[in-house]
């Protein structure tokens, strides 16, 4: 058998869950295994898959997911001062995350050495320092003063430059292929107005009825790009 273990600090336990929620489907179709390790300092996952078996690839996605969306949240969470409520803090950092994601993305892979073990900690702190200046870049160049009116002119602006369609079933976001996504939960709890704004949507599709607060806001920031059937 072929092992894989990818460990991070004991408080971002819930992104090793995440990578063990996002691969262990098909790691049981190819005959493997997966076990959650919790210390007293840190939290690991480990899989098993026999010899050959194709692993490797998804977890380094699902690595660099967790630091393109996850770390990145933190960062921003920690350094932005803006002048908006803590709701709509969180959707603008979903929507600085989205908007460069992948490109953050490529950059952390193009950094990942192909190893049998990964400390998320580790890659982020110790070859991810250019990334984390690029983030300071963005941070610095959102002023103090950015309110509520700056974030709905700045999404609009996001969603008018993207082509990317999404579908909506009550509190469910799919992406065009009818996958689920559940990237939000990066972000501390997953909630559908959050996974939108991840998703960098330029149209949402509604597919049935949308609860008032969650059409109130597709009305405020996708206007015509938000579709009801």
Excluded at 209 to 229: H, P
């Amino acid at each position: 058998m072929d092992e894989i273990l990818i460990g991070d600090r004991k408080e971002h336990g819930s992104f090793i869950t995440y990578i063990y929620n996002a691969l262990m489907e098909g790691v049981l179709k190819q005959g493997g295994s997966g076990k959650l390790l919790f210390g007293e300092e840190r939290t690991a996952l480990r899989f098993a898959v026999p010899k050959g078996a194709k692993l490797a690839d998804g977890v380094r996605a699902a690595v660099a997911e967790v630091i393109g969306i996850g770390y990145k949240y933190e960062f921003l969470q920690a350094r932005l001062g803006v002048s908006l409520s803590a709701r709509e803090k969180k959707l603008l950092c979903a929507s600085l995350i989205a908007a460069d994601f992948e490109s953050d993305r490529a950059y952390i892979l193009r950094k990942m050495r192909r190893t049998e073990e990964y400390a998320l900690d580790g890659l982020y702190s110790f070859r991810l320092a250019p990334l984390r200046e690029k983030w300071t870049r963005i941070v610095e160049y959102i002023p103090a003063g950015f309110g509520s009116e700056d974030f709905r002119k700045f999404c609009e602006f996001l969603v008018g430059e993207s082509k990317n369609k999404i579908y909506l079933k009550g509190s469910a976001v799919f992406g065009e292929n009818f996958t689920p996504l559940k990237r939000s939960v990066l972000l501390g709890e997953e909630d559908a107005e959050t996974e939108i704004l991840l998703s960098d949507a330029g149209f949402v599709y509604c597919l049935g009825d949308v609860e008032d607060s969650l059409g109130d806001f597709l009305q405020k920031y996708f206007a015509e790009r938000a579709i009801f059937s």
